[in-house]
């Protein structure tokens, strides 16, 4: 399976982006799939997951109420929407798909990696 990040950008503070992460192959009802993100430095970070339907998300403390991720079996991709941002937000944004894990918030746990899609976020 092939995962392609976009929708990133350079968006003021208190502004909105939604990221979307297109999955190829088949089988994407098999898969979990989370959101991660790093900053220059730092160590890469777990933002959002969501499980094999949708029904049952799960969020970073620093993002909930904030952020939402959903998929879309149909269209087989999975989306996250980032509302409020801040300064501190600003990171390479990762979609991972997982193939038993549900809610994974760890990196190993994930089995595909997209690209990645720069988000900035000015102060």
């Known amino acids: 399976v092939q995962l392609q990040a976009s929708g990133g950008g350079l968006v003021q503070a208190g502004g909105s982006l939604t990221l979307s992460c297109a999955v190829s192959?088949?089988?994407?009802?098999?898969?979990?799939f989370g959101w991660f993100r790093q900053a220059p430095g730092q160590e890469r970070e777990f933002v959002a997951a969501v499980d094999w339907s949708g029904g049952t998300t799960y969020y970073a403390d620093s993002v909930k109420g904030r952020f939402t991720i959903s998929r879309d079996n149909a269209k087989n991709t999975v989306y996250l929407q980032m509302n409020s941002l801040k300064p501190e937000d600003t990171a390479m944004y990762y979609c991972?798909?997982?193939?038993?894990?549900?809610?994974?918030?760890?990196?190993?746990?994930?089995?595909?990696w997209g690209q990645g899609t720069q988000v900035t976020v000015s102060s």
């Open positions: 991972a798909a997982s193939v038993v894990v549900a809610g994974a918030r760890t990196a190993p746990l994930y089995d595909y």
């Open positions: 192959g088949s089988g994407f009802d098999d898969y979990t």
